[in-house]
């Protein structure tokens, strides 16, 4: 079990400069990259408006990620840039790669009045990339903050279940 403010965890890499200058632009190792997969079978909790993110080229969820009105983003390719606003919202940018890229939520991922990112980036005349939800995700509305879902990649599968509904005006 992890309970934090927020986390981004990755298998690819940070140099020591880019952090001590505050550019977070994680980048697969060599020449074809790292195939390294992140992959959470726990429960990840983070405090009401934080984060919890999750980079390689390979990534997946089998437990539980959650977050009120913050963020939670799984981002699968050969680098990701991470952008985190004073408001606690995070956001990355990923570039594609030699290997294939796949996100795969088996899991339960939930960020009441927050965004959810599954994106995943490979090279088009490689591979195609791949986000595969078979399991839950939900973000919806919190109190006066919609939740948003957002699932990018060359094939998007979903067999399971994706909620991002607000409560009726009465």
Excluded: C, H
């Excluded at 390689?56 to 539980?64: C, H, K, M, S, T």
């Amino acid at each position: 079990r992890v309970d934090v403010g927020g986390l981004v965890a990755s298998a690819l890499d940070l140099s020591q400069q880019d952090f001590a200058d505050g550019r977070f632009q994680f980048n697969a190792r060599g020449v074809n990259g790292s195939s390294a997969s992140v992959v959470n079978q726990g429960q990840m909790r983070a405090s009401a408006g934080g984060y919890l993110a999750l980079f390689g080229q390979q990534v997946a969820n089998e437990g539980d990620i959650a977050v009120d009105a913050g963020s939670v983003v799984l981002a699968a390719g050969r680098s990701a840039t991470v952008s985190i606003s004073g408001n606690g919202l995070l956001s990355a940018v990923v570039s594609a790669g030699s290997v294939p890229a796949q996100v795969d939520n088996a899991g339960r991922i939930t960020a009441d009045g927050g965004v959810i990112t599954l994106t995943a980036k490979s090279a088009q005349d490689i591979a195609a990339s791949l986000v595969n939800n078979t399991g839950i995700v939900r973000a919806n509305a919190l109190v006066e903050r919609g939740g948003e879902i957002w699932i990018t990649g060359d094939t998007v599968s979903t067999s399971g279940t994706l909620s991002a509904a607000a409560p009726e005006r009465g």
